[in-house]
């Protein structure tokens, strides 16, 4: 595999799991904020 395919694949795999770990982190201080869940319905 050319190294510019191997590259490219590898940054949007970082990027992809950046954001889902970005989202992650802030769907749980929502949930309990805004929503009032409790700590067994955020995990």
Do not use: H
Request: a neutral charge; glycine letters at 6%.
């Amino acid at each position: 595999m050319p190294f510019i395919v191997r590259f490219r694949l590898s940054l949007m795999m970082f990027l992809e799991f950046f954001v889902w770990g970005s989202w992650y982190v802030t769907m749980g201080t929502f949930l309990g904020s805004n929503l009032k869940a409790q700590d067994q319905d955020i995990s």
